[in-house]
């Protein structure tokens, strides 16, 4: 059976007519889920789309955290099923706490949208599975708060806990550790800057997305084979 | 003299005007009334000054499904499959207000093509900016360039291009150009009320006091030293209320809710119930007190003249009314009726129950004045144009080209595009960097490119041959991708069409566009006329930026500029003529001379390279395809070089060598394939009557000219620090 997949939409996501087209190429069912509903439809796996979610003008993703779904998001990740936050889902999920840190204005303090290097530095995750370690995916960014923050001793406590999956070859935006990639401590909730949708389709230059998001379906059709 | 008399000046009519209007009203207007005739009559809305000129222009084709006169046109690209076009300039915003007024310029391009029920999916933002050792044009820039990317990344709409050129005369007076592509998404609307009974919704963000006389005010009006505190007169974008308004109004239109719909743009909420009526033969009772509002005690004419931006006019049946409401809603989007349509002819505007405006929605809307401004080719051409033409050989080969290469205008815009969002929708097969940017359209096979190009030296040198290179430059680029030509939309930035010699070059630069656009077969769907582009009396160059639109066969099969193989030949296709430097980058940058004549235009040549580039592309002969303009040979060579991250080495020879890297000539392109298919292409372009010759094959690491060579990251650095250094000299300093 197809995995589940449902994307929150808040009023201003913008990426995720993207992300339903990568996973649907993947053979995933998707849904679109209204950020005011306080209930999850039946889904294996919940993506928080890149956008501004509410505009933004104040922090990226204070607001966000707020919406009503958010408490079905939380419900969600405590049951060990995998979450997935990019870019602007990655700021969310840090304002949320469900993932450690916080995303600050980019180093050069422009928007940066361009293609990416990142280093598999975690395998074995649910994101990652595909991947060797080591290996190095291209994957486009798209931001102007990317540069990920966290105190030193959640950063040692991460760094013991191989929370770090994902670093970036060239760092663009300052972000510390070269961090592009962080999961939970559990390892079922991975924020991201970088867009893995875009990244689906060699037309548009790498399919190395789909090895982030193959892993998580893979993940879902063992654990889905497991119960059977 | 009256009151109403003695502010009619201040409003921007001119006496003659403001007598017409007491003519057709057979009395005189209230002041409300005034104040809608003022922005209605205003250049910018009723192209008084150029629509003359503007009817001359070919708009009708196989393909072309709404021409000028609505929202944007709409264009067939494939069974079933309609695109909307368009662009718009914000150039006298930009300048008093650089991030604002390019921002609410995105959201402006951005509501004509929802209007048509089209879904944006590309921007591309040709960009005139004056030079960079000045401090003032680093900050408009840089104002410019945050403004583009923080309203087009916000509402989610890629940036897929667009050309940056700086030049002196436009320093005081920037130009933002704006185009945008969309793919009418369940329905193509229509902005035209035409049942009685029917009402009204003006829906999207309240309407306040900002942006009041931004038509009549700020764009119709040329700029002296105290431009700058019309800084009230720009509006203020809020791009998360527009993403509300797309995703809500495309909604609205797939439910069926709305009859007819247009947005509100320059002349506010006069404009759309007037224009709505008059093409709808019907007329409409607004009621100003259902207009949702951001302040207290706004006048009436302030309310009918706002330009408060992200808001929309929904032209629906009374009993869709609760459910129009309730979809907006779900986009916390308040929506309230405005008004209903009646059979009155006129627009009837009241306010705390008192009738204060009551005029005939076509005296409005389409029978505002019409001049045939005095028009006179200047002495100064004749002189200019047996100048110098700035061909002088240069002392040192390798430094002039590190000049060349490291110049603004030359050099790689990668900090400007990478602050846009180029990716957006999964459409961009081609991005910004390239001769087209080539978008695939969202749920199908087909895709289209899109250029813009506005040579403004030519253009001043000549105005009709510069508008003919113009139109053919736009279509070159889009056949260089592999698509044939099709549709334009054009934005012509002038001076004030007060002064004789600039209706000159504006006529000539209309008569230019309609030939070439005649010949090569792709009608002008509509666009934008930007008068009034000088300051203290310096009028810009004549701008005439076109916007080409190609059809793309099969997405795969777009060709890319970067060379691909080590030991593919590079051919040259078409003719150059060694004199083409008038107006040139060469002259310009090394010899610092705008003078002579232009090159001229042969359309059978370009015609006959637009088919050897399409069927090129379509059997797949070619790894890589790039047209020569700015720069010529020698410029040409080195982007293929930096785009595919491979050298090569030509022969380049003759006496002055310089002449054939660096002339203009028009209807040339450079192509790269393997060894194998070059004689297909030879015959290929000896079927089309096109030149063609190989003069060298792609390499590793140099940039191998014969006369001199340069290492292939010595001449990349110098391009990719040529615009960015400069600009990140600001951000240290501040």
């Known amino acids: 059976m197809s995995a589940r997949v449902g994307i929150v939409v808040f009023p201003g996501s913008n990426c995720e007519l993207d992300c339903r087209q990568s996973f649907e190429r993947l053979d995933a069912v998707t849904e679109f889920v209204w950020h005011d509903d306080d209930t999850l439809p039946d889904v294996d796996i919940v993506v928080l789309p890149g956008g501004f979610a509410h505009g933004d003008y104040l922090r990226t993703g204070a607001l966000a955290r707020f919406s009503p779904i958010m408490t079905a998001v939380n419900e969600h990740a405590e049951a060990g099923k995998l ?146 | ?169 436009y320093a005081a007076n920037p130009l933002v150009n704006v185009a945008c592509l969309g793919v009418i998404d369940t329905k193509l609307m229509h902005g035209r009320a035409e049942k009685p009974g029917q009402v009204a919704v003006l829906f999207g963000s309240s309407t306040g006091r900002d942006g009041i006389g931004g038509a009549s005010v700020l764009a119709s009006a040329e700029f002296d030293e105290d431009s700058l505190d019309k800084r009230p007169s720009v509006q203020v974008g ?68 706002s330009e408060s931006q992200e808001r929309m006019l929904a032209v629906v049946e009374p009993d869709d009314v609760a459910e129009v409401v309730a979809v907006c809603g779900k986009w916390d989007l308040e929506a309230r009726v405005l008004g209903e349509i009646t059979s009155s002819g006129n627009v009837e505007v009241i306010s705390d129950q008192t009738t204060v405006a009551d005029v005939p929605s076509l005296a409005l809307a389409e029978e505002g004045p019409v001049y045939e401004r005095p028009a006179e080719r200047p002495r100064w051409i004749a002189e200019v144009n047996a100048s110098a033409f700035g061909d002088d050989a240069p002392e040192h080969y390798g430094d002039t080209f590190l000049r060349m290469m490291s110049s603004p205008q030359i050099a790689s815009k990668r900090w400007i595009w990478e602050q846009y969002d180029h ?152 003719a150059s003529e060694l004199d083409d430097f008038g107006g040139s980058d060469y002259a310009k940058i090394i010899n610092d001379t705008v003078g002579g004549t232009p090159p001229h235009l042969d359309i059978a040549a370009e015609q006959g390279l637009h088919e050897v580039l399409i069927r090129g592309a379509e059997v797949g002969l070619f790894n890589s395809a790039h047209d020569l303009s700015g720069g010529g040979l020698a410029v040409a060579l080195a982007e293929c070089a930096f785009a595919g991250d491979a050298g090569f080495s030509v022969q380049i020879g003759g006496t002055e060598p310089h002449r054939a890297l660096y002339c203009e000539s028009p209807s040339r392109a450079l192509v790269s394939c393997p060894q194998g298919v070059v004689d297909d292409v030879l015959a290929l372009a000896g079927g089309a009557g096109v030149a063609a010759e190989v003069i060298g094959a792609v390499t590793a690491d140099m940039c191998d000219f014969t006369v001199f060579a340069t290492p292939l990251e010595e001449a990349r650095s110098a391009w990719e620090n040529g615009l960015s250094a400069p600009l990140s000299t600001t951000m240290e300093a501040g």
Not at chain 1, 111 to 136: H, I, Y
Not at chain 2, 128 to 152: C, E, N, W
Not at chain 2, 459 to 481: F, I, K, Q, S, T
Not at chain 2, 541 to 566: C, H, N, S, W
Request: charged share 20%; with cysteine.
């Open chain 2, 423 to 574: 990716m957006i929708f999964l459409g961009t097969v081609i991005g910004p960097g390239g001769d087209a940017a080539v978008i695939r359209l969202p749920g199908t096979s087909t895709a289209v490119a899109i250029s813009t190009d506005g040579p403004g030296r030519y253009c001043w040198l000549d105005p009709y041959e510069g508008a003919r290179l113009a139109v053919a430059e736009a279509a070159r680029n889009v056949a260089a991708v592999g698509a044939r030509p099709t549709a334009v939309t054009n934005c012509l930035n002038f001076g004030s069409p007060e002064r004789s010699d600039v209706m000159w070059q504006f006529a000539e630069v209309v008569r230019g566009i309609g030939d070439a656009c005649r010949e090569l077969g792709t009608p002008v769907t509509g666009g934008n006329v930007s008068f009034y582009n000088e300051t203290n009396g310096q009028p810009i160059y004549p701008t005439p930026i076109i916007g080409m639109l190609g059809v793309v066969g099969e997405p795969a099969k777009a060709v890319g500029i970067g060379f691909r193989d080590q030991g593919d030949a590079i051919m040259l296709l078409g």
């Open chain 1, 83 to 228: 979450l997935i936050g990019i870019c602007n889902g990655f700021q969310v999920l840090c304002e949320a706490q469900l993932l450690p840190g916080a995303l600050r204005k980019n180093e050069g303090l422009k928007f940066l949208c361009k293609w990416s290097e990142l280093r598999v530095d975690v395998k074995g995750t649910p994101f990652t599975e595909r991947a060797d370690e080591g290996q190095v995916l291209r994957v486009p960014i798209n931001h102007f708060e990317g540069n990920w923050f966290a105190d030193g001793p959640t950063l040692e406590r991460m760094r013991a806990n191989d929370q770090i999956a994902l670093r970036y070859v060239d760092n663009p935006n300052g972000s510390l550790d070269d961090v592009a990639g962080i999961t939970n401590e559990r390892g079922n909730v991975l924020g991201l800057m970088p867009h893995p949708e875009r990244a689906c389709d060699s037309l548009l230059g790498s399919e190395d997305g789909a090895l982030i998001f193959g892993s998580m379906l893979d993940h879902v059709a063992a654990r889905t084979g497991a119960r059977l």
């Open chain 2, 1 to 169: 003299m009256s009151t109403a008399e003695a502010v009619h000046r201040d409003l921007g009519l001119t006496d003659d005007e403001y007598q017409a209007i007491c003519d057709r009203l057979g009395r005189e207007p209230s002041y409300t009334e005034l104040a809608m005739f003022s922005v209605m009559w205003s250049e910018h809305c009723s192209y008084k000054s150029s629509r003359l000129h503007l009817a001359t222009l070919p708009t009708e084709g196989d393909r072309i499904l709404v021409g000028p006169g609505e929202g944007a046109g709409i264009i067939e690209v494939a069974d079933g499959v309609a695109v909307a076009w368009k662009i718009e300039s914000h150039n006298h915003p930009s300048f008093v207000e650089p991030f604002n007024g390019a921002a609410t310029g995105v959201g402006g391009i951005v509501r004509d093509i929802l209007s048509m029920g089209a879904r944006p999916i590309a921007l591309m933002d040709p960009l005139r900016f004056g030079p960079l050792d000045d401090a003032r044009t680093r900050y408009v820039v840089d104002g410019v360039v945050h403004g583009i990317s923080s309203y087009g990344n916000s509402i989610g709409v890629p940036t897929v291009g667009g050309e940056t050129v700086f030049e002196d005369c």
């Open chain 2, 238 to 305: 809020d791009p998360f209320g527009e993403k509300l308004l797309i995703e809500c109004s495309l909604e609205l239109i797939s439910r069926g809710l709305v009859a007819s719909f247009q947005d509100l743009g320059a002349g506010g909420i006069s404009c759309p119930t007037s224009e709505m009526t008059a093409k709808g033969k019907t007329g409409m009772r607004v009621d100003l007190d259902n207009v949702h509002r951001r302040e207290p005690h706004m006048e009436p004419f302030e309310v009918m003249i």
